[in-house]
């Protein structure tokens, strides 16, 4: 799908650079994004040009970026000792696509999509995972996995908030 709407495509560096307003939409995979026709979208905010490491493992856990791509997380050799090493794997091949859209589709885009059968929200929220959700103009917020969705296609964000 062609968004004949889109008059600009902004890359940030920083978040913060960005002043939200109504029109703009983040741009990870674009899988959903690219779906279906986006008539009250003007500008993309391009999230590649952030350079976030798409997975972060360490003694508290692991850290996963919103732009990791299903397939990176897929492929993420989990330490032998952690017992949900292999939930991991499973969740991203349940998301039943090719592998075009594996190597595309986003696990935050997954999450914030907010489907109620996404693999994605069903990984964080057995994992007892936390967000971390960046609201334009104000102090990052910290939200349950398990409280971010609210509904079909609905969750906690704000607007502009990432």
């Known amino acids: 799908m062609d968004l ?11 978040a913060d650079d960005v002043r939200w307003r109504d029109g703009y939409a983040w741009l990870a995979g674009g899988t959903w994004l690219f779906s279906e026709p986006q008539v009250k979208t003007d500008t993309l905010i391009d999230l590649a040009s952030l350079g976030w490491p798409s997975l972060s493992a360490s003694a508290k856990g692991l850290d996963i970026a919103a732009t990791c791509t299903i397939a990176e997380l897929e492929r993420f050799k989990t330490p032998p000792y952690w017992k949900a090493g292999p939930l991991l794997r499973e969740c991203c091949r349940a998301l039943l696509a090719s592998f075009k859209i594996w190597n595309a589709a986003t696990v935050g885009g997954n999450i914030c999509l907010s489907l109620p059968a996404s693999p994605m929200v ?34 906690v964000l704000w607007p502009g908030e990432l």
Not at 4 to 14: A, C, G, L, M, Y
Not at 130 to 153: C, I, Y
């Open 122 to 155: 069903s990984l964080t929220v057995a994992l007892e995972a936390v967000f971390t959700l960046w609201p334009r103009g104000a102090a990052p917020r910290e939200v349950r996995a398990v409280d971010f969705v609210t509904g079909n296609h609905q969750n």
């Open 4 to 14: 004949n709407t889109i008059v600009e495509v902004k890359r940030p560096s920083s």
